[in-house]
């Protein structure tokens, strides 16, 4: 052979190597051409080409086996770092063991608490039923190599290896597994092994270093992730111990809870309540109005218990809970959500305890409840005065709106400012909840109710009439466990306007149950174009700046056709082609024109529902422009057109630069 065909011989091989063909291939290459009658110092090149070849080979391969050794690793982590219970870390340990050198049956073994044994506490891949708990020596085999030299222990063919002491019991167990090839390395947390991974194959095998090296990665991973679910054990054990007495604390809280709150359901007032508290603490207690009044009081406090109010109030105040004031006495803050109500001031007779401090506190809670109730009743009167007022806004009674308006002023109402009119309904009938959850919400918002047979009125300050329906809303229904449906009209800033946006909140109200949105909320904007039907301003303006409005914008500022181009779009049901066609412009420019669209009114525009209100604010649109300049026949042609838009001439589009129109053969 020459010395070119040697070469080619040689490069070959390279392209075989570059292309990561099998190894089969390279061997017969390099057989064929030293078949053809190569010697001397030609055959020893192809000799050494051969050799070299299947030498890159092997570490290519060798280097791809590492990088998926190390990838599992990685996967294993990931799984690991999911499991927190220790009997899941053992699974994912055992199970990737086996898939990692792709072996037969993979185990863990831990020292057992008798002194001398390792007992088997997980275990993959095996077929006898008595593997997971068997104790073994720890001198048994190699069981306890790995756990005694903390170093990674192996053998090709186990059974015959004359290395080591062949233990009975650990032999007994090979020979039920039909086990050959074996690899155990430690568990270590730091330098200290916590158990030993064992692996093994059921036919001979010779382990290589770096298969022995994953091993030992694993060995370190798994040790870390088994201490660190070990030490969560010990916590929540640790916990659970914590539990019993924090269970019994809060069980005499809940019944000292039931019992305040039975009192409060009897009729009973602050005093009441403080009698009970001062009974259960074995101490007096003061209920302290912001200003020092006392308005409530029970057992005899000591003659010189007598705090400066102020600084204590203040402390109490901005702990949050109950304080220890440096005579001996405790103080509590009366709150109801920001509104401070006074003070409770505790002296007690005992050295408190936690359950004697939650107790104060709670007691603090119940008397805000309890000063709530009595001001409540105390304003009933005044609650009647400020709702008959309502009445009468609703009645058009004929009394003057001046002598309205004044009676509104001496219940702190200015009807001069925005108010909203709310219209609320439960779906079944009601008991007493719904007209004092009525009075309570209006007295905190300062504004007038009216309950009807089967509904309530609300007058509240406000702009947005959506809101306030969703506000009433969310209150009301989880307070009736039931469907409430709300509608709401507004806002009005006189008088002699609330009835009519009553009218407005019931006609909305009516229009929500014909569509099934009962138990919603809503107001006549909210329903696109039916509330321009609802609203008793019928302002289809709003409505069309609302819809098409940025539409309609762009094309004044930059003398577009968007707006033709939804009307065609429509009027050929919504079809691109056709559209184009109507418009004389080719496909491809509805398209994009669409696609501006999309980008000013949002990707949702062609939705059933926003579709009807978008084709809505067109036809209400052309309608408006043909009444302002247009004749009574130019009326009747948008009323008899699909979507209110006459024929007319195509307008020039500027999105892109103009091009001549294709010609089109006339129809014979």
């Keep these: 052979m020459s010395q070119i065909r040697v070469g080619s011989a040689a490069l070959a091989v390279l392209e075989l190597l570059a292309d990561a063909a099998p190894v089969e291939q390279v061997e017969a290459l390099m057989t064929q051409a030293l078949d053809e009658g190569v010697a001397g110092a030609e055959r020893e090149v192809l000799t050494r080409a051969r050799a070299l070849g299947l030498r890159i080979h092997a570490q290519s391969g060798r280097r791809r086996q590492r990088e998926m050794g190390l990838s599992a690793l990685v996967d294993t982590a990931r799984e690991l770092a999911a499991a927190q219970e220790l009997d899941a870390v053992l699974k994912v340990v055992t199970r990737r063991a086996r898939l990692l050198l792709g072996l037969d049956m993979a185990f863990i073994g831990f020292p057992a608490e008798e002194q001398g044994f390792v007992q088997v506490r997980s275990s993959d891949g095996h077929t006898s039923t008595s593997m997971v708990g068997l104790r073994l020596l720890?001198?048994?085999?190699?069981?306890?190599?790995?756990?005694?030299?903390?170093?990674?222990?192996?053998?090709?063919?186990?059974?015959?290896?004359?290395r080591f002491h062949h233990h009975p019991a650990f032999d007994e167990m090979v020979a039920a597994e039909a086990l050959r090839?074996?690899?155990?390395?430690?568990?270590?947390?730091?330098?200290?092994?916590?158990?030993?991974?064992?692996?093994?194959?059921?036919?001979?095998?010779?382990?290589?270093?770096?298969?022995?090296?994953?091993?030992?990665?694993?060995?370190?991973?798994?040790?870390?992730?088994?201490?660190?679910?070990?030490?969560?054990?010990?916590?929540?054990?640790?916990?659970?111990?914590?539990?019993?007495?924090?269970?019994?604390l809060e069980r005499e809280l809940g019944e000292t809870q039931s019992?305040?709150?039975?009192?409060?359901?009897?009729?009973?007032?602050?005093?009441?309540?403080?009698?009970?508290?001062?009974?259960?603490?074995?101490?007096?207690?003061?209920?302290?109005?912001?200003?020092?009044?006392?308005?409530?009081?029970?057992?005899?406090?000591?003659?010189?218990?007598?705090?400066?109010?102020?600084?204590?109030?203040?402390?109490?105040?901005?702990?949050?809970?109950?304080?220890?004031?440096?005579?001996?006495?405790?103080?509590?803050?009366?709150?109801?959500?920001?509104e401070h109500l006074g003070t409770v001031l505790m002296f007690p007779g005992k050295r408190l305890t936690e359950y004697d401090e939650r107790l104060l506190e709670l007691g603090a809670g119940f008397t805000a409840l309890a000063l709530l109730l009595e001001a409540g009743r105390s304003a009933g009167a005044n609650g009647r005065i400020r709702h008959s007022l309502l009445d009468d806004l609703l009645a058009l009674s004929g009394r003057p709106p001046q002598l309205l308006k004044t009676r509104a002023r001496r219940c702190g109402i200015d009807l001069d400012e925005p108010h909203l009119v709310v219209?609320?309904?439960?779906?079944?009938?009601?008991?007493?909840?719904?007209?004092?959850?009525?009075?309570?919400?209006?007295?905190?918002?300062?504004?007038?109710?009216?309950?009807?047979?089967?509904?309530?009125?609300?007058?509240?300050a406000g702009d947005d009439a959506g809101a306030a329906a969703r506000a009433v809303h969310a209150e009301l229904s989880p307070l009736l466990d039931q469907r409430v449906t709300v509608a709401a009209a507004g806002p009005v800033t006189d008088s002699l306007s609330v009835t009519g946006a009553h009218k407005e909140a019931q006609r909305c109200f009516d229009a929500m149950t014909a569509l099934g949105a009962?138990?919603?909320?809503?107001?006549?904007?909210?329903?696109?174009?039916?509330?321009v039907l609802l609203s008793g301003s019928h302002d289809a303006g709003?409505?069309?700046?609302?819809?098409?409005?940025?539409?309609?914008?762009?094309?004044?500022?930059?003398?577009?056709?968007?707006?033709?181009?939804?009307?065609?779009?429509?009027?050929?049901?919504?079809?691109?082609?056709?559209?184009?066609?109507?418009?004389?412009?080719?496909?491809?420019?509805?398209?994009?024109?669409?696609?501006?669209?999309?980008?000013?009114?949002?990707?949702?525009?062609?939705?059933?529902?926003?579709?009807?209100?978008?084709?809505?604010?067109?036809?209400?649109?052309?309608?408006?422009?043909?009444?302002?300049?247009?004749?009574?026949a130019s009326v009747a042609a948008v009323l008899d057109s699909p979507y209110g838009r006459p024929h007319r001439r195509r307008p020039r589009d500027v999105t892109k630069p103009p091009v001549p129109a294709p010609r089109r053969r006339p129809r014979r």
């Design 423 to 460: 219209v609320a309904r439960p779906e079944r009938a009601f008991g007493s909840e719904l007209g004092s959850w009525a009075a309570s919400y209006t007295q905190h918002r300062n504004g007038l109710m009216s309950l009807h047979k089967d509904y309530a009125v609300l007058l509240i």
């Design 138 to 162: 720890a001198d048994a085999g190699p069981v306890g190599e790995a756990l005694v030299n903390s170093a990674p222990f192996w053998t090709p063919d186990y059974p015959a290896d004359k």
């Design 181 to 248: 090839a074996l690899v155990a390395v430690p568990l270590s947390q730091g330098t200290r092994p916590v158990g030993a991974l064992y692996a093994a194959d059921r036919n001979v095998r010779h382990f290589s270093a770096d298969e022995i090296s994953l091993m030992a990665s694993l060995g370190d991973l798994a040790g870390a992730a088994i201490e660190s679910a070990r030490l969560l054990d010990t916590a929540m054990a640790a916990a659970a111990a914590l539990e019993g007495p924090a269970l019994r």
């Design 542 to 632: 709003a409505f069309i700046d609302a819809t098409i409005g940025p539409v309609a914008d762009y094309d004044r500022q930059r003398l577009t056709a968007l707006v033709p181009t939804l009307e065609a779009y429509f009027d050929t049901g919504a079809s691109p082609t056709y559209a184009a066609e109507r418009l004389h412009v080719h496909p491809n420019t509805v398209t994009r024109r669409l696609e501006r669209i999309s980008e000013l009114l949002g990707s949702g525009w062609q939705q059933p529902e926003r579709a009807f209100e978008v084709q809505l604010a067109l036809r209400l649109s052309r309608i408006r422009h043909v009444l302002r300049g247009g004749s009574p």
């Design 259 to 338: 019992r305040f709150t039975d009192l409060l359901l009897d009729g009973g007032g602050p005093q009441t309540l403080v009698a009970e508290l001062a009974d259960r603490l074995e101490g007096a207690v003061r209920v302290h109005a912001p200003d020092g009044t006392v308005l409530a009081a029970a057992g005899d406090p000591p003659d010189t218990a007598e705090p400066v109010l102020s600084p204590v109030t203040a402390e109490a105040r901005s702990a949050g809970a109950p304080v220890a004031l440096a005579d001996g006495s405790w103080a509590a803050p009366v709150v109801a959500g920001e």
């Design 518 to 531: 009962v138990g919603r909320a809503a107001s006549p904007r909210e329903l696109g174009g039916l509330g």
